[in-house]
Structures are given as structure tokens and as C-alpha cells.
């Protein structure tokens, strides 16, 4: 190769790479723009989607359920249990009001798990007479251990202490977001608490179509 046609492949070289920079810009600037009303909804979607681990719970039912078969619907993953003083209860009570205010068909595609951070007391039968307060179609996970659950909980970003199970009417700290799975089983995202009901119902339908 002589000098003149190595600059020549250096610069077409750098054009290409200068080209492949701009368009991977507009690309994102594009993305950012589609996904503003879903951040200003508080559902913060990931760039790449995450496998879960095959870890399996148990439900309400009693039935064992792999939590990487978490498919055909999109899932809203709460973390929390039915001792918590506050706010499992109002982001259950949140979650209940926004399915009430989405249209039926898609209510069908949308489903809320609880994960429990408490499987020291947490039965399935307590966990089903809960949700039954809020909604019978809520989904009731227990762990089989600690470690099960810290492993979950690591792989969705969704953080909880562990409590000390030796004190009396125990509390334990977790987080309010919600880990958003998608119909394959991948985690998609987030969705931020404190919610905003209005706007999550405004932004849900257009989801969960995608």
C-alpha cells in the first residue's frame, strides 16, 4: 500500500467512524425523545434487557413458580411484605387504582407480583388473605431463603435490608420502586416511587403494546 492510499484509508477510516458517532447520536437523541413522557411517568426503561435468575417461589397458592417464567404479560415486581407498616400498603393501594383506571384489554396484559422480603412470616396462606385486600388477581411470591432473595433482589437493582428476625414485631427496610419485567421474562426497567397514578395510566397502554 503506498502512502497516498494509506492516507486515503485513513480518512475514509475516520469518516466512517465520524459518521457512525453522528448517527448513533440521532439515534439516541430519538430514543431519549420517545421515552420523555415514560421518565417524566417515572418508568425508567433499561438500554439492554436483563435475564432473571431461575430461582423459584412460592405463590399464594402454594405453587412453585420459576421466577424467569414470569412470561406472556408484563409484570410490575414489588418488593415488600404484609407486616409493613406503610408502604406496601399505599403502593398497593396505588397499583389497585391505576389497574381500575386501564382499559380492560389492558388490565389482561398486566399483572402485579409481590415478592416477599419477610419469608419469616410471610406463609402463602398470609400472603393470599393480603392481597385479597387489595386485589384477589395480585400475585403473592415467598422465597424459599434469604439468600434466594437477596440473589433476586441483586439481579433486578431492587434493594432491602434484612431484618433481625429475633425482635418483636420486626420491621424491614426495602425499596418502593417496582422492577419492570417484560412478557419474555426480562427485566425491562423500573418504574420510580413515589408514583404518579395519572400519568402512569396515561403511559402503561402505549407500554406494554410495544
Known amino acids: 500500500m503506498t502512502k497516498t492510499q494509506r492516507n486515503v484509508f485513513i480518512l475514509v477510516a475516520l469518516l466512517a467512524l465520524i459518521m457512525g458517532l453522528i448517527f448513533n447520536s440521532l439515534m439516541s437523541r430519538s430514543s431519549q425523545g420517545n421515552n420523555t413522557a415514560l421518565t417524566k411517568a417515572g418508568i425508567i426503561l433499561l438500554p439492554q434487557s436483563r435475564h432473571l435468575p431461575a430461582i423459584t417461589l412460592t405463590n399464594q397458592d402454594g405453587q412453585p413458580v420459576l421466577i424467569n417464567e414470569l412470561k406472556d404479560k408484563w409484570s410490575l415486581l414489588f418488593f415488600g411484605y404484609t407486616y409493613c407498616p406503610d408502604i406496601c400498603p399505599t403502593t398497593l393501594s396505588q397499583l389497585r387504582q391505576i389497574k381500575s383506571e386501564l382499559p380492560k384489554a389492558v388490565q389482561d396484559k398486566l399483572q402485579v ?98
Open 113 to 210: 407480583v409481590l415478592v416477599s422480603v419477610d419469608p419469616n412470616r410471610d406463609t402463602p396462606q398470609q400472603l393470599k388473605k393480603y392481597l385479597s385486600y387489595f386485589d384477589p388477581q395480585f400475585v403473592g411470591l415467598t422465597p424459599g431463603s434469604t439468600e434466594q432473595l437477596q440473589t433476586l433482589a441483586n439481579a433486578v437493582s431492587i434493594p432491602f435490608i434484612p431484618p433481625d428476625t429475633s425482635k418483636p414485631n420486626y420491621t424491614v427496610d426495602h425499596s418502593g420502586n417496582l422492577a419492570l419485567i417484560g412478557p419474555d421474562g426480562t427485566q425491562r426497567g423500573f418504574i420510580r416511587a413515589p408514583f404518579n397514578t395519572q400519568k402512569m395510566v396515561a403511559q402503561l397502554p402505549g407500554l406494554v403494546d410495544r
